[in-house]
């Protein structure tokens, strides 16, 4: 699979592109389309503990950072912002909510 990585202009912010359609569709089916509108997959919730930790920090990296002393991500969408909260809670984390 070939896969480029863009710089986003003079943020820290990255694209992803993978040129594999059989990739971006799974891609598509587990992470959802628009930006409001994203979720994460109920199969998430059965992987190993692993997988779980990774997408996790998949996430953090992508989306967010460490600010002062935690870590934060920000999302427009309310179902993946209450989702990966409660994700982080079942992993060890304390974790908040901010509309």
């Not at 990296?61 to 809670?89: I, N, W, Y």
């Amino acid at each position: 699979v070939k896969v480029s990585v863009y710089p986003k202009g003079l943020s820290k912010g990255v694209q992803v592109m993978a040129f594999d359609p059989q990739v971006g569709a799974e891609f598509k089916r587990l992470g959802g389309c628009g930006a409001a509108t994203k979720s994460l997959h109920p199969d998430i919730w059965n992987l190993p503990m692993e997988a779980q930790q990774a997408i996790l920090e998949g996430y953090l990296a992508g989306d967010g950072g460490k600010v002062r002393e935690h870590l934060q991500a920000k999302t427009v969408s309310p179902d993946l912002a209450s989702q990966f909260a409660l994700l982080g809670e079942s992993l060890g984390y304390k974790a908040g909510l901010y509309r």
